[in-house]
Structure formats: C-alpha cells, structure tokens
C-alpha cells in the first residue's frame, strides 16, 4: 500500500511529518533514496518526501520494490497542492504512482478557508513576505485547483478528503486523525507539535520588519532560514494573543471564490462555514496591524538592551536606530523595523549547513 499525504497547507502537515519520521521502519516506510541532493535531505529528515523529477521517483520505488516489507509506503508533502507552480513536476509523479504495481490511497486535510486565510498571513509573516495587504488573493486556497487532480489520477473510491477541523478529527488532534484513517496504531504521547501558530504582537512586528525593514530575497536560501529562526525567537518573546484576520477582509475573498468553495463542500458533502470573527478582534487594515506593532515596542526594546547588556563597552554595536529619510508619518514603523534588524543581527543566528554549498572536487587521474 502506498499513502499518499498531500497536506494541504496550514493543517498540521509538518506535525503529521515530524511525528511519522520516527515510526519509519516501524509502523511505515518510506521511499528510499541513495545520493540524496543537499536541497533534499532537510525534508528527508523532517519526514517530508521531496517533490523529484519522474526519474527520481521510479528509481525511489525500484529501491522500495527491492525491500522485505509489508509496511505501507508513507509519501507526505503539503507541496503537491501548492496551487501556483511545480504542476509539471507534480502530475507526473502522481502517474508513476499510480501505475506503480501497489494499491494507492490520498488522504488530505481541508481548512476552512478564513482560518485557512489568516494561518497563511501568519505563515508569511514568518518568512517575512510583504504582500499580503496588496495582494490577498493570493491567500486563497484553490480548493478545485489542487485537490480534483487527485480524483482525476487515482479514481474518488481510493481518494479521502476530511475537513480540518477539530471536532471532526480523532480525539481533536490531526496526527492522531491520520494515524486512525491509514490504520496505524498512534498514542498520544507520539505525536509531535510543530510549525504551531504566533501570537498577534509577534505577526504585528514581524509584518512591520518585512514591510520597512531590510529586505530578504526569495532566492536568498540563508537570508529566509534565518528569519524563520528569528520568527521563532520574537514568537516566544511576545504574548499569545491570537491573531485572526476580520470578516471586513476575508469577506471579498469569499464572495469572489464561491464557485471554488462551492465545488469543495460538494465533493466533502458537507459546509466549511465558520463562525464570524467577533467586532474588534479580528485585524482589518494594514493600518491596524502597524498600530499593534508599535505598541509592542517596548519589548523590542528590552530585548535588545538584554542583548547589549553583558557586552563590553568597546563591543556595544552602534545603536544609531533612526530613520531619517522616510515620511513623517511612515517614520515610527520603519524605527522599529531598524530596531528588529539590529536585533536579527545581534542574535548571531548559525546559518544553515545543510545550504551551504559544498566545494567541488576534480577527480584526478594517473
């Protein structure tokens, strides 16, 4: 049997990840692979499979072919319904699969789409993306787009879909759910919490840094491991307020969409309805966020001086933090952008080895 785990974003896939690369070789397996790529073995280590090219997924299942096992073939990554781009990567894989001489079976998580729409403002937050406010559509979740290929490819009998939402899900919890669904028996205290969400104040700063702060390239690998290290450090500092993004700006996302979220309810046989955000606590301007940001700017504060504090005199950074050059009245978020750019530097962050390119070697002949 091969298990198929194809997320879909933002419902605890790396939970799902993280606690099933611990029970591999012993309640699943997982397609073996020799001569890993570099950019490949941070996801082998999570539990995620990479999105190969269709050679590489042959040879992968020509290695699990070669195995005395019984257990099933466990395939999980959110990526193969990311719904902007690596199509022509996905599909093929999907045919080998199917083709491939063992049963198959898809199992993936639906958020509704608010919530769906609020976790992934949170998500880029962390990796410090500034279009969100600009660019919401973006945000939507493509329901048809990425899940109707899997009744297409695999036929709907051998293809589950499940709401995210906890209580549809064994004992509340998404891992403890997946385990149920693919009959593999999970305690609760195996199960493994990550990529959980960030407090209100730790989305407000962070939105703040990468709208007025330094810029951090998509294609700068190093540049975006570090700011999630650094999300991580501001996330635990600040309270745990929730963050949920206000009707007044899901809303038109909804009405736009009704078509797509029509044809998902369909195929679920069931809402996706959520209850409305309560009136003032929801965000519902960008405008907003920043105020909550700047009134989190005493605990920037603290924790840079917490930083500088045991550092001799002549190794004090210069702490010059102003802006000078920027519009009135743009001038107090980009001063705290500068405060947490000095701060993400001051913290030395380790810069991943896994993407730190290897030297080439020239192989020398007699």
């Not at 199917?98 to 958020?111: G, I, L, P, S, T």
């Amino acid at each position: 049997m091969i298990i198929i785990h194809p997320g879909m974003y933002k419902t605890g896939s790396t939970s799902i990840q993280k606690t099933f690369v611990r029970l591999i070789g012993d309640r699943v397996s997982r397609a073996p692979y020799t001569a890993i790529p570099p950019a490949h073995e941070p996801a082998y280590k999570k539990g995620r499979t990479p999105i190969v090219s269709p050679g590489e997924m042959r040879q992968m299942l020509e290695y699990r072919r070669a195995e005395p096992t019984t257990l099933p073939l466990l395939i999980s990554n959110e990526g193969f319904t990311n719904s902007r781009g690596k199509s022509s990567r996905i599909v093929p894989m999907l045919h080998i699969l199917r083709d491939y001489d063992e049963d198959v079976r898809v199992v993936a998580y639906v958020r509704p789409p608010r919530s769906f729409i609020s976790s992934q403002f949170q998500q880029w937050a962390k990796h410090a993306r500034t279009r969100a406010f600009s660019s919401m559509g973006y945000l939507w979740p493509c329901y048809r787009k990425i899940f109707e290929v899997f009744d297409t490819i695999f036929g709907r009998e051998n293809v589950t879909f499940k709401p995210f939402q906890r209580d549809r899900l064994e004992g509340g919890n998404v891992v403890l759910d997946f385990a149920h669904e693919i009959g593999v028996a999970l305690d609760p205290g195996e199960v493994v919490l990550a990529n959980t969400s960030i407090g209100l104040e730790a989305v407000a700063l962070l939105h703040v840094q990468s709208r007025f702060g330094k810029p951090v390239g998509w294609k700068d690998r190093q540049g975006r491991f570090q700011q999630r290290q650094f999300s991580g450090y501001i996330s635990r500092l600040c309270p745990r307020r929730r963050f949920v993004l206000s009707d007044v700006l899901t809303d038109p996302l909804v009405k736009a969409n009704h078509a797509d979220l029509d044809w998902m309810e369909a195929r679920l046989g069931m809402s996706l309805s959520e209850p409305p955000v309560l009136e003032g606590e929801g965000v519902s301007s960008e405008a907003e966020l920043i105020s909550i940001a700047l009134a989190a700017r005493p605990l920037v504060e603290d924790m840079i001086a917490q930083r500088v504090a045991d550092l001799p005199a002549h190794d004090i950074p210069d702490c010059d933090l102003s802006a000078p050059d920027v519009p009135d009245a743009d001038r107090p978020a980009y001063e705290l952008a500068c405060r947490l750019d000095f701060l993400k530097d001051r913290l030395n962050i380790p810069l991943a080895k896994w993407l730190v390119p290897k030297a080439k070697t020239r192989k020398v002949t007699s």
